[in-house]
């Protein structure tokens, strides 16, 4: 079992592709592609997203202080990519994807109507962290495409499809099937 070091990475398994949405001072809808990012606490329910202060999408945060999570399915890896490739200052990038944004109804931020699940989010803190500052917000809705709602009506991990971003290799990956019970598979080794 030898490892080898390769040194201090950005690195962790799975990094979530996340759209990060908000509007600009002129209010127009920006969206960008978030691997930095996961669920941070349970109650309330809040998430972390970290954003380099050099991008439009942290103006927009500090100014709005509202911000949506959409979660991108597999069929939407092109676009999802596109949002992190190109800047909201110079581009509309709903317009060059295609893609429809549909302000949040609990906040003042854009999600991509596309996209089978989407956390609508106001600002509880920022956390400055290096080059990034980290915006924990408090999830006020979470809504779903009811076409990836199992018959238990929770969502269905395999009908949404999301992907995964590797830092290291700079490439997405998709998810494969259930392989274990979550709580259950360890209670074998329980004494």
């Not at 002129?26 to 978030?34: I, L, S, T």
């Not at 972390?48 to 103006?59: F, G, H, I, P």
């Not at 092109?78 to 949040?104: H, M, N």
Request: with cysteine.
């Amino acid at each position: 079992m030898t490892k080898r070091s390769i040194g201090p990475r950005t690195l962790l398994y799975p990094h979530p592709a996340l759209i990060i949405g908000t509007y600009d001072a002129d209010g127009r809808p920006d969206a960008m592609v978030a691997a930095w990012g996961g669920i941070c606490s349970s109650s309330p329910p809040a998430v972390a997203v970290s954003v380099q202060k050099v991008r439009q999408t942290y103006e927009n945060l500090m100014r709005e202080r509202e911000f949506t999570v959409s979660i991108p399915s597999v069929d939407y890896v092109k676009e999802a990519d596109y949002f992190g490739i190109v800047s909201g200052r110079d581009t509309d990038k709903f317009a060059a994807t295609g893609l429809t944004p549909v302000k949040g109804d609990q906040v003042n931020a854009p999600y991509v109507g596309e996209f089978p699940v989407v956390l609508e989010c106001r600002l509880l803190q920022t956390v400055e962290v290096g080059v990034h500052t980290q915006f924990i917000g408090e999830i006020l809705d979470v809504k779903v495409d009811e076409s990836v709602l199992g018959e238990d009506g929770k969502p269905d991990l395999g009908k949404i499809r999301p992907f995964a971003y590797d830092s290291m290799r700079q490439e997405y990956y998709g998810f494969g099937g259930v392989i274990a019970k979550a709580f259950s598979a360890g209670k074998e080794l329980k004494n």
